[in-house]
């Protein structure tokens, strides 16, 4: 059995290797157990049950919550070469029929389910009629019905009486990205699982980058950060639909395009809107929390949240969206004490009962004290949801990287108070503001304020310097300001003593932001070719390849097909399809290479380096020219550095060049010289590589070949 699990890993999906327990799922399956997993978003859930739905004799059916994941997760299946599909409300009836003559024929091996379908009369008869029964069910999300979750569906709850009805009892496997103690023994009972086999993968996302700002000014903030990462795909969440609106509003008029998704839109839009962002013709999502449940797109880079979500739980979801490739990508919450009133407000206007609401206001309380925290906020995240064994110190987020820095703004602050105590504490904010920035409109001069000691002092200040400033003292209650339709600001108990110069005020300030490596010229060329390919075939980008896949592509520069069936996420399906294609543009990349390199010997970046990495200041060819000296083979060498084998050989072949003193014939396959020597100098050769590859024998390497020319050159050269 284990040997059909890897074959299919291999022939199917494209991978040598499973990730962490995703194998001891695949078996507690396959071996009919019921089995509940808890598996950050990203970790590779979906392999967990396509394997055993592969490899079963009967069909898989998988009950998900919404119809994009399911389109997207059936689009995927088919262009591996598994033959599934999906029913949910956006067939038409004829479509749905069409859908279920195909289940009586035994046609899919993977059926998709939204739970409201289940109890179509026509799907149970559709399901018991198989000649092969139904082996598994699969309940995706499971999390959806637990009523103490964050996103219970009604649905949920009537999966274990449609599991009741069918012939046999199917395996049960429940999945979920994040769930507490109370929801693991709600999806357990609600489902009915029989002494599941339980299995919890590290819930720690190590490519995810967190970090909190506060008091930043956030739309110069996104402004800042959307034009520096101009190149990347993310995400903004809001917490209100008017809020969303306004930004989409911001972000064009700033010359962004950005797409725009929540509830109160019509369904034509969101889904125009959903399908501008999966298939990258917009980089830029602006969206409530309605956005990005079932959202399959691997390579988000960022997700911001303008505003705090209520709980955890919904945090690390909505930021677990980011890099689900597995490639580094960041996750920004930028807090405002506005943003707690906000979500209290949707508390107590819920339609919740008073035990239920004061949960709430519980988990919104560790949301707040989560953008206060001096903790790693990885650690924090990670012991809400009941790992307490992560490290202290991460060393990924902005707490660990200590990206704030402390000013000292006692002195502005002073000034300020002192400002709404010289005039009397009658005056709103803007006139304050005005005052102090030594303002010579008609209300100040009106009110005789520009005679005030403090008038002016700030002059130098912009006003949305003086406003974070001002949010920070009403925040941590300096000022009080009344509530009234034209608030007045006022002084307080806390302000007296800093106004007499005992105390001092801090405010944390955002280092500058580290502008982020941009593609490759190979990886923009294979990431257009993707989406030519996505185009014409209908498919968004990432079904294709991710974007990993490709990076390994820019790393290895696979030349034959062999080689490009080596690359992590290929798979045999998308070799056969795309290969071709792809090795073209690969080729034409490689000889070009080739040829820059055989006449004019540069100190160019080290081979193959496609992903921006820091050079070093001592080439990377001396390193691993040494490293060879001492006796190490390329295999250790390359493991070593952690790069692959056609890297090492690469720069020893350049170390060659450059004059060190390495035996070539220690790398060519000797007995080859000759031929290849003939090859090289016979009229019929263009130059290429390839060329000589394709005349010689199969276990010829592209690095004999390549260490035999270094050889001639070297000759020519040394002739007088
Ligand atoms: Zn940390």
């Not at 080439?619 to 040494?626: E, G, R, S, T």
Request: hydrophobic content about 35%.
């Amino acid at each position: 059995m284990i040997q059909k699990i890897y074959k299919v890993l291999k022939e199917y999906f494209g991978y040598d290797e499973f990730r962490e327990y995703q194998k001891e799922i695949i078996l507690s399956i396959l071996n009919k157990h019921d089995t509940m997993t808890i598996m950050p978003t990203g970790a590779g859930k979906s392999l967990c049950f396509q394997i055993p739905g592969l490899l079963s004799e009967g069909t898989t059916i998988v009950i998900s919550p919404l119809i994009s994941l399911m389109k997207d997760q059936v689009d995927y299946l088919e262009n591996i070469g598994v033959p599934a599909t999906y029913i949910n409300s956006s067939l038409t009836a004829a479509q749905f029929r069409e859908r279920l003559h195909g289940i009586y024929e035994n046609q899919y091996k993977i059926i998709y389910v939204a739970p409201e379908r289940l109890e179509t009369e026509g799907f149970i008869d559709a399901v018991n009629a198989l000649k092969q029964p139904c082996m598994q069910v699969v309940v995706d999300e499971a999390h959806c019905v637990s009523r103490w979750g964050h996103d219970f569906r009604p649905s949920y709850t009537r999966i274990a009486g449609f599991i009741r009805q069918l012939r046999i009892r199917p395996t049960v496997a429940a999945f979920t990205a994040t769930a507490t103690e109370t929801v693991k023994e709600d999806i357990k009972q609600v489902l009915e699982l029989e002494n599941p086999n339980c299995f919890m993968t590290g819930f720690d996302r190590p490519n995810l980058e967190f970090k909190v700002l506060v008091h930043v000014d956030k739309d110069q903030f996104v402004k800042g950060f959307i034009k520096e990462h101009a190149d990347d795909t993310g995400i903004i969440y809001t917490a209100t639909r008017k809020e969303a609106e306004r930004l989409q509003n911001m972000l064009t008029k700033s010359g962004t395009r950005s797409a725009v998704y929540h509830a109160g839109l019509p369904d034509v839009q969101r889904n125009q809107a959903q399908e501008d962002f999966i298939y990258d013709n917009v980089h830029v999502m602006v969206a409530t929390n309605a956005f990005g449940m079932g959202i399959d797109k691997s390579n988000v880079r960022y997700v911001l949240h303008y505003n705090m979500p209520k709980d955890i739980e919904s945090y690390y979801q909505e930021a677990g969206r980011a890099g689900r490739d597995g490639l580094p990508s960041v996750c920004i919450l930028l807090y405002s004490a506005g943003d707690t009133a906000v979500q209290k407000y949707f508390i107590d206007e819920g339609n919740l009962s008073a035990q239920q609401k004061a949960h709430e206001y519980r988990k919104l309380q560790s949301m707040e004290s989560y953008c206060h925290t001096s903790v790693c906020l990885r650690k924090y995240m990670l012991s809400y949801f009941g790992d307490d064994l992560a490290p202290d110190h991460c060393g990924n987020c902005s707490v660990c990287n200590n990206e704030t820095e402390s000013k000292d703004v006692t002195l502005e602050s002073q000034i300020i108070l002192s400002c709404i105590n010289r005039s009397g504490q009658r005056f709103g904010r803007g006139i304050i503001v005005d005052t102090i920035r030594g303002s010579k409109n008609k209300k100040i001069l009106g009110f005789g304020l520009n005679k005030l000691k403090t008038y002016g002092l700030m002059e130098k200040y912009s006003k949305s310097e003086i406003d974070l400033l001002m949010n920070k003292l009403i925040a941590e209650g300096y000022i009080h300001k009344t509530e009234e339709q034209y608030p007045i600001l006022k002084l307080t108990e806390r302000s007296v003593p800093l106004l007499k110069n005992q105390g001092t005020v801090t405010m944390q300030i955002p280092k500058k932001s580290q502008k982020a490596a941009a593609d490759t010229p190979l990886l923009a060329e294979l990431k257009q070719l993707r989406k030519e390919i996505a185009l014409r075939e209908g498919y968004p980008p990432y079904v294709i390849f991710h974007d990993s896949t490709l990076m390994e592509m820019c790393r290895v520069i696979p030349l034959t097909m062999e080689e490009f069936s080596g690359i992590k996420g290929v798979g045999e399906n998308r070799k056969n399809k795309y290969g071709e294609t792809f090795l073209e543009v690969l080729r034409r990349y490689e000889s070009n290479r080739e040829n820059e390199q055989v006449s004019v010997p540069s100190e160019s970046s080290r081979p193959g380096s496609a992903i921006g990495n820091k050079s070093d200041k001592e080439p990377v060819y001396k390193k691993y020219f040494q490293l060879f000296q001492e006796g190490k083979t390329i295999e250790e060498i390359a493991e070593l550095e952690e790069v692959q084998n056609r890297t090492v050989e690469n720069n020893l072949l350049k170390a060659y060049r450059e004059g060190c003193e390495i035996d070539v014939n220690q790398l060519v396959q000797k007995s080859y010289e000759l031929d290849i020597i003939k090859c090289l100098v016979a009229d019929s050769w263009d130059g290429k590589l390839r060329t000589i590859k394709e005349q010689l024998p199969e276990e010829v390497s592209y690095l004999t070949i390549r260490g035999v020319i270094e050889k001639l050159r070297k000759k020519v050269l040394s002739l007088p």
